[in-house]
DNA sequence: TCTTAATGTTACCAGCGGTAATAGTTAGAT
DNA sequence: ATCTAACTATTACCGCTGGTAACATTAAGA
């Protein structure tokens, strides 16, 4: 039998090289569309990268994987950012207030590449991929404090996506718009956060408040890097 | 000086004619759509309305025109139906509920056209015009029942456009999902809107069972009809 | 009589996403 | 030493899509 094709050093001594190559070609892609918009085409892209258009397919199959890739890329930057806002000490609304705040200044650095966040890859995949991402751990934070709280944990998937669609929705008007400072646009968008949280969840018997890490109890929700 | 084009018979019996037609082809591309997704090609729409692409650009300027088009006609009639629910005497919480069973009805129609809703035209006008048409219009519904409790009606448009973001989102997950049912659903989204809604504005004195029309009272939420 | 807008099509074009073909180098496996 | 796997890069090419030009006739208003 032909032997194990991944533990060929032929093929596996590219492995790092092509993975970080193909991060270069994302943040080309990041900086072409921040520059011409979602629209940008394949060749703009490549000449951003210094490449001909063959050399992005060798990483890409296609234009929607390219931008799934910018796409898990938002995403992983908000969730670093947010995640590190919302896993440090303070009360469960501080928390929100604090992640909030943190998204709507992501959101500014990059505003074009983050339409990509919710823009479908074709129409046969209506979730956009990065946006996708986002909602799973929310979907697991708040599952995992519901459970913790003695809630129905079945809420958190769909309460997790009614998030991320406010947040990207509020995001994008803010950012066409300009209509209100950020700090109102912070506010607004935390207050109906907390309060549809918090609502919800007392309704169905659950006090959101437990997971307050003011006096120094150890909350459900734990660094990821714990997991 | 030339005539004034509008009142020029040979131009203004044609009006009422290029409307009608206009909105045959709309419908055939929401039936296109609703066939072949959102991808559906200028020319799948013309075979579907039974003239050549030609025929369709002397309406639509280019095909940004005719998905908006699409966009604008789901928003209307998701306002239609949404509206005579969330209008029709009852309580406030009731309404949002009735509101939002509406709507999930009205999505499970038409799932691929209402993802037009949410599209981009371009790049360069990120948010949908169908979702910022429905955003416009429940801004209204809000800063008006705001200012008749006196509250801050400055929070209408952030909200309004939060609750069509998070509707738009939830649905589309619902809609490609099925993880749960149209009912469970329905209670996840109409609680988690009710209680943002009224916890944010009771946090600002607003007590949205004012809006209530349980015992009678006219309430400012008025028939657009009437405006 | 002239003008305006309608009726419809085929043929055509530029640009885009994506692919085939070309040739040489480096390092690991046999 | 030889073979293999993947790398380096480009130009030329293709099908498809969105969009447009050109053509000819009819009906109604000015």
């Given at each position: 039998?032909?032997?194990?094709?991944?533990?060929?050093?032929?093929?596996?001594?590219?492995?790092?090289?092509?993975?970080?190559?193909?991060?270069?070609?994302?943040?080309?892609?990041?900086?072409?569309?921040?520059?011409?918009?979602?629209?940008?085409?394949?060749?703009?892209?490549?000449?951003?990268?210094?490449?001909?258009?063959?050399?992005?397919?060798?990483?890409?199959?296609?234009?929607?994987?390219?931008?799934?890739?910018?796409?898990?890329?938002?995403?992983?930057?908000?969730?670093?950012?947010?995640?590190?806002?919302?896993?440090?000490?303070?009360?469960?609304?501080?928390?929100?207030?604090?992640?909030?705040?943190?998204?709507?200044?992501?959101?500014?650095?990059?505003?074009?590449?983050?339409?990509?966040?919710?823009?479908?890859?074709?129409?046969?995949?209506?979730?956009?991929?990065?946006?996708?991402?986002?909602?799973?751990?929310?979907?697991?934070?708040?599952?995992?404090?519901?459970?913790?709280?003695?809630?129905?944990?079945?809420?958190?998937e769909p309460w997790a996506h009614a998030v991320v669609g406010l947040?990207?929705?509020?995001?994008?008007?803010?950012?066409?718009?300009?209509?209100?400072?950020?700090?109102?646009?912070?506010?607004?968008?935390?207050?109906?956060?907390?309060?549809?949280?918090?609502?919800?969840?007392?309704?169905?018997?659950v006090d959101l408040s437990g997971l307050d890490a003011g006096d120094g109890d150890v909350t459900p929700?734990?660094?990821?890097?714990?997991?």
């Amino acid at each position: 039998m032909a032997p194990n094709v991944k533990s060929d050093g032929r093929t596996t001594r590219w492995d790092r090289h092509r993975a970080e190559r193909r991060e270069e070609f994302v943040l080309a892609a990041v900086r072409t569309i921040d520059t011409l918009g979602p629209d940008a085409s394949v060749a703009d892209i490549a000449a951003e990268a210094g490449v001909s258009k063959p050399v992005l397919y060798r990483y890409f199959a296609d234009k929607g994987e390219l931008h799934a890739a910018v796409g898990a890329w938002a995403a992983d930057l908000v969730l670093a950012r947010v995640l590190s806002a919302v896993l440090a000490p303070a009360t469960a609304r501080d928390r929100v207030t604090a992640g909030v705040a943190a998204y709507l200044d992501t959101l500014a650095e990059h505003p074009q590449a983050f339409l990509l966040l919710s823009r479908p890859t074709s129409g046969q995949d209506p979730l956009g991929p990065g946006k996708d991402q986002i909602a799973a751990k929310l979907t697991r934070l708040l599952g995992d404090a519901l459970r913790h709280l003695g809630g129905d944990a079945g809420a958190a998937e769909p309460w997790a996506h009614a998030v991320v669609g406010l947040g990207t929705s509020v995001g994008q008007w803010w950012l066409e718009r300009h209509t209100v400072s950020r700090a109102a646009a912070a506010r607004y968008l935390s207050d109906f956060i907390w309060h549809a949280l918090s609502g919800a969840a007392a309704e169905s018997g659950v006090d959101l408040s437990g997971l307050d890490a003011g006096d120094g109890d150890v909350t459900p929700i734990r660094s990821e890097k714990h997991r």
